[in-house]
């Protein structure tokens, strides 16, 4: 009970004091600026204005009650049980965070989720934006698109089922069903395991995130390569300018806030992945993340809720610097309109 109570007092503080940090000084300063003063000196607050300030709050204090109760709470309870042991009754300090800097596992899932931040963004990002220039240049260009995006419409799983195929092995003298053995065979190799080669098979797992995140990628960059003016494009190339300065020069500077945005979104999703590695190796053969991690240690074989716990905490460590990032760059665009 005593746990429950200071963490509700935690959340109640925690988003006041969110709240008064990014909105709280504006908002008073706007109530200030728009009262009158007194012939004593006070200022006397409007109450018209006083009331148009709160009516805002009250249409969004249902979503804030909801993401205080659904997200701010649960979290604030995830970093308090990583402070205990498996049973959650113990409280053991720092143990488990000591413990993740000394197991192999960890330091091993915390390896290939830094890998998989460096290939999948910017991989995906990429290939939306030349598949988006390419594609408008072109008749069928809008069916290609469609192709392109309907990964995104298939579920991690489902995506990883399809993939499987692909990398599906059979033994020697067998005939191979999976494509990528079936290419290797008809050159003259020898079929492969592929999802237990410890040097490769992590990039066999990005790949389907990249398969899936590059149609995202484009729609949205094509919807921002539409706000680039021809005219400029056009007293370019009467410059002389190439199409790959053209590209670099003209095109990249015009949607970089898109490419943030999108790199930014995909990052945020690959430090959440979990669905494909759990449908194609369950963390085998070194290829563990955190998320996967996480959720062996809670409801498999581990049964340590602290030890999740901790995970889960650093998962959400990690994310927060992002968001903050994404918060700041988008008040400062909102400040220069």
Same mark, same amino acid.
């Given at each position: 009970m005593e ?5 509700l007092?935690a ?11 990014f ?5 008073l300063?706007?109530?200030?600026a ?14 018209d204005?006083? +009331? ?5 709050w009250?249409?969004?204090?249902p @979503?804030?009650?909801l993401?205080?109760v659904?997200l ?6 995830t970093?308090?049980?990583s402070?205990? =042991?498996g049973s959650?009754?113990?409280?053991i300090?720092f143990?488990?965070?000591e413990?993740?800097?000394g197991d ?9 989720? $830094?890998?998989w931040?460096?290939f ?6 990429a $290939?939306?934006?030349i ?7 072109v008749?069928? %260009?809008a069916? @290609? ?29 067998q005939?191979?069903?999976g494509?990528l053995? @079936? ?5 003259g ?12 098979n ?11 995140q590059t %149609?995202f ?6 919807a921002a390569?539409r706000?680039v003016p ?7 190339r ?9 590209f ?5 500077p015009?949607?970089? %806030? ?16 979990? =669905?494909i590695?759990?449908a194609?190796?369950?963390g085998?053969?070194d290829?563990q ?11 498999? %074989? ?8 901790m ?17 700041? +760059?988008?008040?400062?665009e909102? @400040?220069?309109?």
């Amino acid at each position: 009970m005593e746990q429950l109570l200071g963490a509700l007092v935690a959340i109640v503080l925690g988003v006041g004091a969110l709240l008064l940090y990014f909105f709280g000084s504006n908002w008073l300063l706007e109530i200030v600026a728009a009262d009158s003063v007194a012939p004593d000196g006070q200022i006397k607050i409007s109450r018209d204005r006083l +009331r148009e300030s709160i009516r805002p709050w009250l249409f969004i204090a249902p @979503a804030l009650i909801l993401l205080t109760v659904y997200l701010v709470y649960p979290a604030i309870q995830t970093v308090i049980a990583s402070f205990y =042991d498996g049973s959650g009754r113990n409280f053991i300090g720092f143990s488990n965070y000591e413990w993740a800097l000394g197991d192999r596992e960890f330091r091993t899932a915390i390896g290939n989720n $830094l890998v998989w931040l460096l290939f999948v963004p910017t991989l995906s990002t990429a $290939l939306g934006l030349i598949i988006a220039v390419l594609a408008d240049t072109v008749r069928w %260009g809008a069916i @290609a698109k469609s192709f392109i995006f309907m990964p995104m419409a298939i579920s991690f799983v489902g995506a990883s089922i399809i993939w499987k195929f692909i990398y599906d092995f059979r033994p020697i003298g067998q005939e191979q069903i999976g494509i990528l053995n @079936a290419f290797v065979v008809s050159l003259g190799g020898q079929p492969q395991t592929w999802l237990t080669v410890t040097t490769l098979n992590n990039f066999f797992l990005m790949i389907i995130l990249v398969w899936i995140q590059t %149609g995202f990628a484009m729609v949205l960059m094509s919807a921002a390569l539409r706000g680039v003016p021809e005219e400029t494009m056009e007293a370019a190339r009467i410059d002389g300018a190439s199409e790959l300065q053209i590209f670099f020069q003209i095109m990249i500077p015009q949607v970089m %806030g898109t490419i943030l945005v999108v790199w930014t979104t995909i990052t945020i999703t690959v430090l959440k992945v979990f =669905d494909i590695v759990q449908a194609m190796t369950n963390g085998q053969w070194d290829t563990q993340v955190l998320a996967n991690l996480m959720y062996d240690w809670m409801f498999r %074989g581990g049964g340590d809720f602290g030890r999740g716990s901790m995970i889960a905490t650093f998962i959400m460590i990690a994310v927060v610097p992002m968001m903050i990032w994404n918060i700041r +760059r988008f008040q400062q665009e909102e @400040a220069l309109r």
